[in-house]
Nanobody, 119 residues
Framework: VQLQASGGGLVQAGGSLRLSCAVS????????MGWFRQAPGKEREFLAS????????YPPASVEARFIISGDKAKNTVYLQMNNLKPEDTAVYYC?????????????WGKGTLVTVSS
């Protein structure tokens, strides 16, 4: 299984970006996919995940959420829509797959994509 994240870049505070994670090879074996990020000097942080078969997300969708995960099963792609970005959102963003929706255990990592938010 290979995961390829893309869509990162430089954006001003308050702007939006949509990250994509394309899956290739062994897609039938993937149950859940998620997004993490790692800011400079900080530990990798879980953001959101989705169960591919049902579309269930974790944490549950919230109207207040700035980051929204979604997926296109036909394209074997998962997205992370990021709105109202803040400088503290600057990080390398990673997609991952795993057997649990909580993504407690990750079986595959994609290469990260850098998001830089300027103030």
């Amino acid at each position: 299984v290979q995961l390829q994240a893309s869509g990162g870049g430089l954006v001003q505070a308050g702007g939006s970006l949509r990250l994509s994670c394309a899956v290739s090879g062994g897609t039938l074996s993937i149950s859940n996919m998620g997004w993490f990020r790692q800011a400079p000097g900080k530990e990798r942080e879980f953001l959101a995940s989705m169960r591919l078969g049902t579309g269930r997300t974790y944490p549950p969708a919230s109207v207040e959420a700035r980051f929204i995960i979604s997926g296109d099963k036909a394209k074997n792609t998962v997205y992370l829509q990021m709105n109202n970005l803040k400088p503290e959102d600057t990080a390398v963003y990673y997609c991952a797959s795993g057997p649990n929706l909580s993504m407690v255990r990750v079986t595959s990592w994609g290469k990260g994509t850098l998001v830089t938010v300027s103030s």
